[in-house]
C-alpha cells in the first residue's frame, strides 16, 4: 500500500551556519560595536539565544538572524519565537528562540482530522512526532499533499519516505 510520511525537519547544518554567519556580522557591524550583542546556539542545535542591550538592539538581532536563514535556503517558519525577552542584569535582555523539529499532538491530530474531513481515500496516523498517510493509489497521496501544503500554511512541512 503506497505511503509517505508528513515530517517537520529543519536542517540543522544550515542552522548552525546562518548563526555564525550573523555572529559574524554582529562583530563587524559598526551599531554593534562596543554592545553586548551576541547569538548563541544551543548544545543540539535547537535552540538559538540572543543577547542585546535593549528591545530594539533584539530584534535588529532577530532580523538578520532570519535573513541569514532566509538565505541558506532554511524556513523562518522553524523559528519559534513566542518566548518573551528576560531581563539579565543592568539593561541586557535576553530572549531565547526554539527550533522546531518534529509535529507536536495538537499539529498532528489537526492534520488527520484535515485528511479525514477531505473524503479522499486515503488514512492519516500519527507515529509519534511524524504522521503517515497510506492511500490505494498514489494520485490520492499527491492530492493529500496538494490538500496539506494549501491548508496547513502555519507549519514547513516536508513529506519523505514515499513507498509503493
Not at 551576541?38 to 538581532?61: A, R, S
Request: proline residues 2%; charged residues 35%.
Amino acid at each position: 500500500m503506497p505511503s509517505f510520511d508528513t515530517v517537520l525537519e529543519p536542517d540543522l547544518v544550515e542552522v548552525r551556519n546562518a548563526v555564525d554567519q550573523t555572529a559574524k556580522e554582529i562583530g563587524t557591524r559598526f551599531d554593534f560595536k562596543g554592545t553586548s550583542a551576541k547569538v548563541e546556539l544551543g548544545e543540539k542545535g535547537k535552540e538559538v539565544t540572543l543577547v542585546g542591550d535593549g528591545d530594539f538592539q533584539l530584534g535588529q538581532i532577530k532580523d538578520v538572524l532570519l535573513a541569514k536563514l532566509a538565505k541558506r535556503g532554511v524556513d523562518v517558519r522553524f523559528v519559534d519565537d513566542s518566548a518573551k525577552p528576560e531581563k539579565m542584569g543592568g539593561d541586557k535582555v535576553r530572549q531565547l528562540l526554539r527550533i522546531k523539529a518534529g509535529i507536536d499532538t495538537e499539529h498532528a491530530k489537526k492534520i488527520q482530522a484535515l485528511i479525514k474531513a477531505s473524503k479522499l481515500k486515503v488514512q492519516a496516523s500519527i507515529q509519534g512526532d511524524t504522521v503517515r498517510i497510506a492511500g490505494a493509489k498514489r494520485d490520492d497521496l499527491q492530492a493529500a499533499i496538494a490538500l496539506l501544503k494549501k491548508d496547513v500554511a502555519d507549519l514547513p512541512l516536508s513529506f519523505t519516505n514515499l513507498r509503493d
